[in-house]
């Protein structure tokens, strides 16, 4: 099993083969790269490479095994049937679309709207801002709302 360089939750990768390592706010953390059997099941499933699904993966491994949402921080199951609403999800960060830069969270954080009545939505998004804060992604203090010109750049 090769060695290779992993996040510790806020780093960002900067190379895609093999001994890759990340940077970011911490010092960098070495660890064995070990998915299980389950995760690697759930990457061979779909029409994106299985490379591609696996990193997507890996970049939300952490230390202990377990695989967190990349947004949401909450541990992920493979085994879940994918009708559930915690369902891994891959979730592509770049615009266009490009498979090989995706991080995984469950299908609820990626497909939000559609899964949760108003008062869940709001109990989500304050989860998500209290993760995103303790990232420093998000600056402490009062949160600060959209202006009203503001829209995302993907659209449907």
Request: net charge negative.
């Amino acid at each position: 099993m090769a060695e290779v360089k992993q996040p510790n939750r806020s780093f960002h990768r900067i190379a895609d083969a093999p001994g890759e390592f990340f940077v970011g706010r911490e010092e960098e953390v070495s660890m064995v790269n070990q998915l299980s059997e389950a995760w690697l099941e759930f990457c061979r499933r779909g029409h994106i490479s299985q490379g591609n699904q696996r990193r997507s993966v890996e970049s939300c491994l952490g230390a202990d095994g377990t695989v967190r949402g990349h947004y949401s921080d909450l541990p992920l199951d493979p085994t879940l049937l994918p009708t559930h609403s915690m369902y891994p999800s891959h979730d592509h960060t770049t615009v266009p679309r490009d498979d090989r830069e995706m991080v995984v969270d469950a299908r609820v954080i990626n497909d939000m709207k559609s899964h949760l009545s108003e008062a869940e939505f709001w109990l989500v998004v304050e989860h998500l801002f209290a993760v995103g804060v303790a990232k420093g992604c998000i600056p402490s203090g009062a949160p600060r709302r959209l202006s009203d010109t503001w829209s995302p750049v993907r659209h449907f």
